[in-house]
């Protein structure tokens, strides 16, 4: 439990900022914000609830942190932006610890009473954005191409706070010390210990972006159709100027595009590492080009492409899916933006199951002419050699649609087939019937360690939504 917790901020203040006009130079773009959060965090069980104990291993603090940051114009090309953060982090607990050479253990006291760490970290970034132009001529189809290239260059400096930590010695049965232990007197804190680890880093960054102009198949349109080619092509790396071996991080790349008006997403990524390996496959500290090899190992990659397709989209008209608040309420609890593995189950939910239907949609002596459908897939595959392993680390195509079979009848589907280990993905079939002032729905997850199924009826209106009955299977549980 966290009970309570106190959040407080102040807006982004400029200080140096002019009262009238545009803020111009590092000075008048100085910012600075200022956020808190303190809380009370309670771990415990059944039979201390609501005890003495319950609220003595409680732990408490609250943590303050200042963001600077700046921005300004170098030559009237370059951009260059800098930061600074402090943070402040006060506890009202902590630790000591020794060893009990008669016990042969670490025996760790705790420690009651303010205190606090305070660290701080500072960064910079310069880039510019070069654009070219590749005119082909009215006349072609391919009439422009333009190319977007945004390079930038960072540095980043973690300092180590070596003076928030301690040692305690390890004696053995003969009274002599066998090795000193390092520790942080912070580290059982609510919100850690500092860092000790000191860091001082280049990064380095190439964005592409790929567009064109082409001749519009409708004649009539005068104005040229602009589409992407290359949505993003990124390389990044970084530089550890404080490591004392393997400074030079792998590089990655990464891309995407979108074909056919926009329904198919295709996604690629790649890890290029450009430090060799041993006869034991472990990473040494010599180029792989110094070993033989090539400028760098390609160590994974990965491929995914989703693609949707509807009654609607034949058509023509625009796409407005009645799924799409739990599709959003998915990806804001972290999941995906699609139902590839499935719905929200909480049925009694109203956000979820919102009727979107249109005054159009009533029934009528012709509905059957077009059953409304939608579609979608999902292709992934990734490759994995980071020890020379050169094996497809999974490889799966996934898919969901759904059918109204009539105004209010909806069923729909989600699986899959995992082609690596030869066997079906996550597979969920759904059921929903609209009743008006009434709703039901069935969900059953036929096989796997999950399998299950749930069925809801119950009132529509949010205002009565108790007024239900639930019934589930849950999965099996697994020891």
Do not use: C
């Not at 930038?152 to 305690?168: C, E, G, R």
């Not at 739990?326 to 590839?340: H, P, T, V």
């Not at 699986?415 to 969920?428: A, I, L």
Request: charged letters at 25%; glycine letters at 6%.
């Amino acid at each position: 439990m966290t009970l309570p917790t106190f959040q407080g901020s102040v807006g982004r203040i400029y200080p140096f900022a002019p009262k009238t006009g545009a803020k111009k130079g590092i000075i008048q773009n100085i910012n600075l914000q200022y956020s808190a959060r303190g809380e009370n965090r309670i771990t415990t069980n059944d039979s201390l609830f609501f005890k003495k104990q319950m609220f003595d291993d409680a732990k408490m603090g609250m943590q303050h942190s200042i963001p600077i940051s700046t921005n300004f114009k170098i030559l009237n090309y370059l951009s260059l932006s800098a930061s600074a953060n402090y943070q402040e982090s006060w506890t009202f607990k902590t630790i000591e610890k020794s060893y009990d050479p008669v016990l042969q253990e670490t025996i760790t006291e705790e420690k009651k009473g303010f205190d606090a760490f305070r660290t701080y970290n500072f960064s910079s970034s310069l880039g510019t954005t070069f654009y070219g132009m590749y005119d082909f001529g009215s006349e072609k189809k391919i009439q422009a191409i333009r190319h977007v290239v945004r390079p930038s260059i960072s540095y980043s400096i973690n300092p180590a706070f070596d003076q928030y930590y301690d040692t305690y010695e390890v004696i053995d049965a003969d009274g002599l010390t066998t090795s000193e232990v390092e520790y942080s007197r912070f580290e059982q804190s609510l919100y850690g210990s500092p860092s000790k680890n000191y860091s001082s880093s280049i990064g380095f960054s190439l964005s592409n972006n790929v567009e064109a102009k082409v001749r519009d198949r409708d004649s009539t349109k005068i104005e040229p159709r602009k589409i992407t080619l290359l949505n993003n092509l990124n390389f990044s790396t970084s530089y550890n100027l404080a490591a004392d071996s393997l400074q030079l991080s792998p590089i990655r790349m990464s891309g995407g595009t979108t074909l056919f008006k926009d329904e198919m997403n295709i996604n690629f990524g790649a890890t290029f590492d450009p430090y060799a390996l041993d006869n034991n496959n472990n990473k040494i500290n010599k180029y792989n080009i110094q070993n033989g090899g090539g400028l760098a190992r390609l160590t994974s990659a990965n491929l995914t492409l989703g693609y949707q397709l509807s009654s609607k989209d034949f058509d023509q008209e625009a796409k407005d899916s009645k799924d799409a608040k739990a599709r959003e309420e998915s990806q804001m609890s972290g999941g995906r933006d699609d139902d590839l593995f499935g719905k929200p189950q909480d049925f009694a939910d109203q956000r979820l199951n919102e009727d979107t239907k249109e005054e159009d949609d009533k029934p009528t002596d012709h509905y059957n002419y077009k059953i409304p459908w939608s579609l979608r897939l999902a292709y992934a595959v990734n490759y994995n050699n980071s020890r020379r392993q050169n094996e497809i680390s999974s490889h799966s195509l996934m898919f969901s649609g759904d059918i109204d079979l009539s105004p209010r009848w909806t069923v729909g589907a989600s699986s899959g087939y995992d082609f690596k280990n030869s066997g079906f993905t996550y597979t969920q079939l759904r059921i929903e019937r609209d009743l008006l002032s009434w709703r039901m729905n069935f969900s059953w997850v036929p096989f796997s360690d999950r399998s299950s199924w749930n069925f809801f009826i119950g009132i529509s209106s949010s205002l009565l939504k108790d007024l239900k009955y639930d019934k589930r299977r849950q999965s099996d549980k697994q020891l």
